[in-house]
C-alpha cells in the first residue's frame, strides 16, 4: 500500500520564536498511500511543524522537499497550490454560503467572468459522491452538523488535486459515528495515492487508521515507528516522557462504587427541570462527594442539562434547588452563591478571557462572587494562584502570562482553578478534557478523584465513555435530548452497557430526504 | 456509517431557505401599505404615485446599493449623507466656476470613492472598527461642503438643468426621471457582480467569517477595501442624482442620509453583522421608506415625523426578526 519513494520529506527542520524552541532538528516523511499519525503531547511542536509545512512560519533551519524538489511554501495558499492542503480543527469555512460555493469559492468554474452556478453545483455533486456523501449542496453548510461540515471542508481540500493531506485534529468534535464515517473517506483517499498527515489526541483513532506513527517531544523528534510494531502503552510513554504510573494508578483503582449516601440530603437536587427545545423533563440528585457523569452522544443535551442547573438557561419546567438556597436557582450568580462553579466546554468562547493573565484568570469568578466592590488583596492574589498553578502543574508557571499563550490542557486548568479558588460544593466540568493531551488529561483525572475525595460533588460531561466509568459514581445517560437511564457505577457497569443504554430503545428516527 | 445517516445528522431543515425570509416579509409588508394606500385613497393607485416614489428616492437608493456592499462584509459606512453632500457641493462649486460638466463629472465622481478607498485601507491595514473610522470620514466630508461654501450653491448649468428636467414617460403621461433609470442600471450593475463574480461571492464569504476567508485563500483585504471605495461611488453617483433633483449643492443637504440608507438596507433583510441579503431587498427596503413618505403625504393631517416613527417601529421589528431567526438557526 505505502510506496517507496516518500513523496513529502522534512529534514531538519528547526524553528525558535523568542524564548521557546518550538522544533529542533526534526525530520519527517510522508509516503504516498499512507495515514500517517503526528504525535505528541500539547506544545510538542505538532501544530508548529504543520505551520511550517504548510509555509504559515519560515524555518529557521532544514529543508522541506514535495517529490524531490525543495519547496519553500510562503503560505496555506501556495501550499494547496502545489498539493499540500490542510483541514483545520475548527472548521474553516463560510456557513453562509452554500455547500457548493464553500467547495468551490476561489476557484469557481467561470464563463467570460460569471460564476457558472449549474456547473458549480454538479461538480460539487460528483465530488461529495466521491466521498459518498449525497448532501443538497445548494443549501447552507450552516445547515449542517459539524460533521458533514468537515467533510466539505476534506472535499474543498482535496478537489485541488492534493497529494498530501494535513488533517489537524479533525476529529476533535465529531461523534463516534461520525468518526466512522470520516475514517472510511480517509482510508478510500489513502487507497487512491493520497499521502495522509493526520493529527489527533485519541489514541484509539491513532490505532484504528494510521499506517505509521512519528512522535515528537519537546520540539524534538522522538522516532518514527509502524503502528503494529508500537504497543498503544510505549506510544504513551514515548510522547510523555515518564513512566505512566499517573494512569496507571487510576486504572488500578477500584470502581468508584456509591459512597454511602443513604440518608444523605441531596445537594442538589433537579426536579423534573426542562427546557422546550433544550432538553426533557429530568430530575437529578447529586450528593456532596459524589462524581455523577454524564454520558451520551454529541448534541445529546449534555451541556444543556448542564446549563440549566447552573442557571446559564431558564427553564421552562421544574425547579433546581440547593440545600441553603431558600428559593429555586435562576440565574448563574445565585448558583455561584450556593457554592455551584460551571467550567465551560467551549472554553474559548465562554471561559477564558485570552488577553488577562493566569492570575487575573483565575481570580475572576471569586472577585465575582465577592462582588467588584471589595477587591482581593494582591498579596492573598498571589497566595492563592501560585497555589493553584503548583497544584495543577499548570505550565508556564508565570501567573503574569497572558493566558492566550497557554496550550490548550493548560488554559482547561486555568479555568479549573478559576472555580476551585470559589471552593465549590458542586463543580460542573464540561468536557475538561477535550483537545488536552494524555498527561494533562490524566492529571485533572487525578484532581477529580481528589476533590470528591474531599467532599466536593461534581457532574462531569465527557464524551469519552471510558474516563466517564473511570470517575463517577453513577452516570446519566442522555439520548436525543432526554435523560433515558441513571446507572450506578458498581460491577456490572461498564462501557459496553453504557453504550448499549446510548443506543437501545427506540430512537425516533431522523427523517432523511 | 452509511451517507444517509450522515445526512440526518442534519440539524434543522428548512422549508423556506432561511435566507430568504426576511426579504419575503419586506416584500408582504410592502403590498400591505401598498394595499393599505390604494383601499384609503383613490389616486393612490396611479401608477405615477410609484413613478414618484422612484423619482424621489432614486439617489437614496443608490447610495443603499453601495451600503448593502458594505454592511454584506459586515461592516458599516457612516460617510455615505455626507459624502454625498460633498459631491453636490464639489460639482455646483466647479459648475460656477465655469467648468464644462464632463470634467466636473469626473472630477465628482472620483472624490467619493477615493475616501472610499482610503477609509476601507484604514479599517483593513490599521484593524480600525468601520464605525470610527467612517464617523471621522462623514466629518471630514461634512466639513469639507461648509469649507467650500456656508451657504447653498444654485446649479445652472444646461446639462444638468437638461438632465433634471427630462422626462421619460409612456403614452399615459406617466414619467420617470433620468435619474431613475441611472439607479434601475446601478441596482442591475450590483446585483449581477454580487451574484455572478468572484469578488461578490468574496463579499458574502468576508460577510460569513472572515478569518475562514483569509484561510480559503480569498483576498480578503482587497474585498474589504473594493467595498468602501464601491460605497463611496454609489454616494458620488447619489451626490450626482440629488444634484440633478434640487439643482444645487448645500452644505446641509442629506445630513443624517446615512442613518435612512442604514434602515433601508436593514428592512431589506440585509444582516447587519454581515454575510447574508440582496440588492433585491434593499430595493424593497428603499421603497418601503419611499411608500410610508407617500403614505403620511395623503393623508396630510399627520406630521411629517410620523415618517421617522413608523421607520423606527419597522427597522426594530425587523432587527427582531433576524435575531429571531438566527435564534432558531442556532
Given at each position: 500500500m505505502t510506496g517507496d519513494r516518500p513523496v513529502l520529506t522534512m529534514t531538519g527542520i528547526s524553528k525558535t520564536f523568542p524564548g521557546v524552541r518550538a522544533l529542533h532538528d526534526v525530520d519527517f516523511r510522508l509516503f504516498p498511500g499512507e495515514v500517517h499519525a503526528l504525535m505528541g503531547e500539547n506544545g510538542a511542536g505538532k501544530s508548529t511543524l504543520i505551520k511550517v509545512l504548510t509555509g504559515v512560519y519560515g524555518t529557521d533551519a532544514g529543508t522541506v522537499t514535495l517529490d524531490g524538489e525543495q519547496v519553500s511554501f510562503t503560505g496555506p495558499m501556495q501550499a494547496a497550490a502545489a498539493g499540500v492542503s490542510t483541514v483545520y480543527q475548527e472548521v474553516n469555512l463560510c456557513t453562509n454560503l452554500s455547500v457548493a460555493e464553500n467547495i468551490f469559492i476561489g476557484r469557481e468554474p467561470r464563463r467570460l467572468g460569471a460564476v457558472r452556478w449549474g456547473e458549480m453545483r454538479r461538480r460539487a455533486r460528483d465530488l461529495l459522491a466521491r466521498l459518498d456523501l449525497d448532501l443538497d449542496v445548494s443549501a447552507q453548510l450552516g445547515t449542517f452538523s459539524l460533521a458533514v461540515q468537515q467533510m466539505v471542508a476534506i472535499a474543498r481540500a482535496i478537489d485541488v488535486r492534493a497529494r498530501v493531506l494535513i488533517l489537524d485534529e479533525p476529529t476533535s468534535s465529531l461523534d463516534a459515528g461520525e468518526v466512522?464515517?470520516?475514517?472510511?473517506?480517509?482510508?478510500?483517499?489513502?487507497?487512491?495515492?493520497?499521502?495522509?498527515?493526520?493529527?489527533?489526541?485519541?489514541?484509539?483513532?491513532?490505532?484504528?487508521?494510521?499506517?505509521?506513527?512519528?512522535?515528537?517531544?519537546?520540539?524534538?523528534?522522538?522516532?518514527?515507528?509502524?503502528?503494529?510494531?508500537?504497543?498503544?502503552?510505549?506510544?504513551?510513554?514515548?510522547?510523555?516522557?515518564?513512566?505512566?504510573?499517573?494512569?496507571?494508578?487510576?486504572?488500578?483503582?477500584?470502581?468508584?462504587?456509591?459512597?454511602?449516601?443513604?440518608?444523605?440530603?441531596?445537594?442538589?437536587?433537579?426536579?423534573?427541570?426542562?427546557?422546550?427545545?433544550?432538553?426533557?423533563?429530568?430530575?437529578?440528585?447529586?450528593?456532596?462527594?459524589?462524581?455523577?457523569?454524564?454520558?451520551?452522544?454529541?448534541?445529546?443535551?449534555?451541556?444543556?442539562?448542564?446549563?440549566?442547573?447552573?442557571?446559564?438557561?431558564?427553564?421552562?419546567?421544574?425547579?433546581?434547588?440547593?440545600?441553603?438556597?431558600?428559593?429555586?436557582?435562576?440565574?448563574?450568580?445565585?448558583?455561584i452563591d450556593q457554592g455551584i462553579g460551571f467550567c465551560s466546554e467551549n472554553r474559548r468562547a465562554e471561559g477564558i478571557v485570552p488577553e488577562l493573565s493566569v492570575r487575573e484568570n483565575m481570580i475572576l469568578a471569586m472577585q465575582a462572587a465577592r462582588g467588584w466592590l471589595r477587591p482581593i488583596p494582591r498579596r492573598r492574589q498571589d497566595e492563592l494562584v501560585q497555589k493553584y498553578v503548583e497544584a495543577l502543574s499548570i505550565r508556564p508557571a508565570n501567573p503574569e502570562l497572558p493566558v492566550r499563550n497557554l496550550s490548550g490542557g493548560n488554559q482547561q486548568k486555568v479555568l479549573l482553578a478559576r472555580w476551585l479558588i470559589t471552593e465549590p460544593r458542586l463543580l460542573i466540568l464540561d468536557e475538561p478534557t477535550r483537545g488536552i493531551d494524555v498527561g494533562a488529561k490524566a492529571e485533572i483525572q487525578k484532581l477529580v478523584v481528589q476533590l470528591s475525595d474531599g467532599g466536593m460533588a461534581v457532574l462531569f460531561i465527557s464524551a469519552e465513555l471510558e474516563e466517564v466509568l473511570r470517575l463517577s459514581h453513577r452516570v446519566a445517560v442522555m439520548r436525543d435530548r432526554e435523560m433515558v437511564a441513571q446507572l450506578t457505577n458498581d460491577d456490572t457497569l461498564d462501557a459496553d452497557r453504557v453504550m448499549r443504554t446510548i443506543a437501545s430503545g427506540t430512537p425516533r428516527e431522523e427523517v432523511t430526504r | 456509517m452509511s451517507s444517509t445517516s450522515l445526512s440526518a445528522v442534519r440539524s434543522w431543515r428548512p422549508s423556506l431557505p432561511r435566507r430568504h425570509v426576511p426579504v419575503l416579509a419586506t416584500l408582504a409588508l410592502l403590498l400591505v401599505m401598498y394595499g393599505i394606500g390604494v383601499s384609503q385613497y383613490r389616486a393612490f393607485s396611479n401608477v405615477q404615485v410609484v413613478f414618484n416614489v422612484f423619482i424621489d428616492n432614486g439617489f437614496l437608493l443608490v447610495v443603499a446599493v453601495g451600503m448593502t456592499f458594505v454592511i454584506l462584509t459586515g461592516g458599516i459606512d457612516l460617510s455615505v449623507g455626507s459624502v454625498v453632500a460633498m459631491t453636490a457641493m464639489v460639482s455646483a462649486a466647479l459648475l460656477r466656476a465655469g467648468l464644462p460638466a464632463a470634467l466636473v463629472l469626473v472630477v465628482a465622481l472620483l472624490i467619493g470613492p477615493t475616501l472610499g478607498f482610503l477609509m476601507g485601507c484604514a479599517i483593513h491595514f490599521f484593524e480600525i472598527q468601520p464605525f470610527i473610522v467612517t464617523l471621522a470620514g462623514m466629518f471630514f466630508a461634512r466639513g469639507m461642503c461648509t469649507f467650500i461654501s456656508d451657504s447653498s450653491i444654485s446649479i445652472t448649468d444646461g446639462f444638468w438643468t437638461g438632465m433634471s428636467q427630462e422626462r421619460i414617460g409612456d403614452p399615459a403621461g406617466n414619467f420617470v426621471s433620468i435619474s431613475v433609470l441611472i439607479a434601475f442600471a446601478v441596482v442591475l450593475v450590483a446585483a449581477y457582480v454580487l451574484a455572478y463574480t468572484r469578488f461578490g461571492r468574496n463579499v458574502y464569504a468576508v460577510g460569513g467569517n472572515a478569518q475562514s476567508a483569509l484561510l480559503m485563500g480569498l483576498p480578503v483585504a482587497r474585498t474589504r477595501i473594493a467595498v468602501y471605495t464601491i460605497s463611496g461611488l454609489c454616494s458620488a453617483i447619489g451626490g450626482i442624482l440629488l444634484s440633478f433633483y434640487t439643482l444645487s449643492g448645500a452644505p446641509l443637504i442629506a445630513v443624517g442620509m446615512e442613518l435612512d440608507v442604514i434602515a433601508a438596507v436593514v428592512i431589506g433583510g440585509t444582516v447587519l453583522t454581515g454575510g447574508s441579503g440582496y440588492v433585491f431587498g434593499t430595493v424593497l427596503g428603499v421603497l418601503v421608506l419611499g411608500v410610508i413618505q407617500t403614505l403620511i403625504t395623503f393623508d396630510g393631517s399627520l406630521n411629517s415625523w410620523w415618517t421617522k416613527i413608523v421607520i423606527g417601529g419597522l427597522l426594530f421589528a425587523f432587527i427582531l426578526l433576524q435575531r429571531l431567526i438566527g435564534i432558531r438557526f442556532k
Open positions: 466512522a464515517q470520516l475514517f472510511r473517506i480517509m482510508r478510500q483517499l489513502r487507497d487512491e495515492g493520497i499521502a495522509i498527515l493526520f493529527v489527533t489526541h485519541f489514541l484509539d483513532q491513532v490505532y484504528g487508521i494510521a499506517d505509521r506513527i512519528t512522535v515528537l517531544r519537546n520540539g524534538a523528534l522522538v522516532g518514527e515507528y509502524r503502528t503494529g510494531e508500537l504497543p498503544q502503552f510505549s506510544l504513551v510513554e514515548k510522547m510523555i516522557g515518564q513512566e505512566l504510573d499517573v494512569l496507571e494508578r487510576l486504572d488500578e483503582q477500584q470502581k468508584r462504587a456509591t459512597v454511602a449516601l443513604d440518608g444523605q440530603a441531596p445537594l442538589v437536587d433537579a426536579e423534573e427541570v426542562g427546557r422546550r427545545g433544550a432538553v426533557a423533563p429530568f430530575s437529578l440528585r447529586i450528593h456532596a462527594g459524589e462524581v455523577v457523569g454524564l454520558a451520551g452522544l454529541l448534541g445529546s443535551g449534555r451541556t444543556e442539562v448542564a446549563r440549566l442547573i447552573f442557571g446559564a438557561d431558564r427553564a421552562d419546567h421544574g425547579q433546581v434547588r440547593t440545600d441553603g438556597a431558600r428559593s429555586p436557582l435562576r440565574t448563574p450568580i445565585h448558583a | -
